[in-house]
């Protein structure tokens, strides 16, 4: 079984590799997806579009940019600055910001330290089928009160009800 530090390892080892499978610069692939044209969908891992596809509010970019801050990939390491692309990203409902948001939460990494928020996020994120996140907010049970657990349940509810308009994608 891998523990939870190295499912996240893996984790950014597999998105950031993910990241470098891009066509050389000057072929004739690459110059097709340097059009303006091109949707930051196409884009968003490449440099310098990630950015610019972050701020334009695709959660995928946001995702990938804060697992970039999260870890000084290219920019300096800043826990502050990849919770912040990681909310962006997690209120439109994506599901792997939310976990990793729900990370941040219960390490106390960049926002105060709060089981009761990281088990929302770990909820949300579970509650779309996201696997980690469901053996996170398990983990995180274990060591909660009851009354931490359900303010954590109804905090899901709650957010659910308000965001039911959006198409929750992975």
């Known amino acids: 079984m891998v523990s939870g530090h190295g499912a996240f390892g893996i984790l950014i080892g597999a998105t950031f590799g993910a990241c470098f499978l891009v066509p050389a610069p000057g072929s004739a692939q690459a110059s097709a997806q340097d059009s303006p044209a091109v949707s930051c969908a196409d884009l968003y891992s490449r440099s310098p579009f990630l950015t610019r596809c972050a701020e334009q509010g695709h959660a995928g970019a946001q995702s990938l940019l804060g ?98 308009s959006l198409q929750f994608e992975d």
């Open 67 to 164: 697992l970039k801050y999260a870890r000084g990939l290219g920019v300096p390491e800043d826990d502050t600055e990849a919770v912040r692309w990681y909310r962006l990203a997690a209120e439109q409902g994506h599901a792997e910001s939310q976990w990793l948001l729900g990370i941040m939460y219960d390490k106390g990494d960049g926002v105060p330290e709060d089981d009761v928020l990281a088990y929302m996020w770990f909820n949300l994120s579970g509650a779309q089928g996201h696997v980690s996140a469901q053996e996170s907010e398990d983990i995180i049970e274990m060591r909660m009160r009851g009354d931490q657990i359900a303010e954590a349940e109804r905090l899901s509810r709650d957010w659910m009800e308000t965001h039911r």
